[in-house]
């Protein structure tokens, strides 16, 4: 079922998400959104992404670029108990390096933000990483 309502932005930028869109799309206070904007087609579309209790981290990961490097990576972080939300990843340097950027709900994680980093670390597939915590209004 598509919705679709005019609404007006306030002088703070700010809109009113009607509460039927917010029942429909299991939205509460607290819920974390993702907004996304295409500026070709002037178009922003509104993307449900985390329950109001999670907790997001960003992750920046350097891999050695090898078949099954990601794969590691990711299963480190799921013996962990970090809940992968968002990824991307490239390769930088074919057979050398890649990068895997990461959002994840770490309010399960059985460790803290300092030590989940130095475990991936010493991941041997993993070259670098970087945690930063998302704190968001």
């Not at 057979?95 to 130095?118: N, Q």
Request: glycine share 8%; with cysteine.
């Amino acid at each position: 079922m598509r919705l679709s309502e005019i609404l007006r932005i306030d002088s703070r930028g700010r809109i009113i998400i009607p509460s039927t869109f917010r029942t429909g799309l299991g939205l509460s206070e607290g819920t974390y959104v993702m907004l996304v904007a295409d500026m070709n087609k002037r178009e922003a579309r509104l993307v449900p992404f985390a329950h109001p209790g999670a907790k997001l981290a960003e992750f920046e990961i350097g891999l050695g670029d090898a078949p099954g490097a990601l794969a590691k990576a990711a299963a480190r972080l799921a013996d962990l108990g970090v809940d992968l939300l968002s990824s991307q990843s490239r390769t930088l340097r074919r057979g050398e390096l890649a990068e895997w950027y990461v959002i994840g709900d770490i309010s399960t994680c059985k460790v803290g933000v300092e030590e989940l980093r130095k475990t991936l670390e010493k991941e041997s597939s993993i070259k670098s990483v970087r945690v930063r915590t998302l704190v968001t209004l």
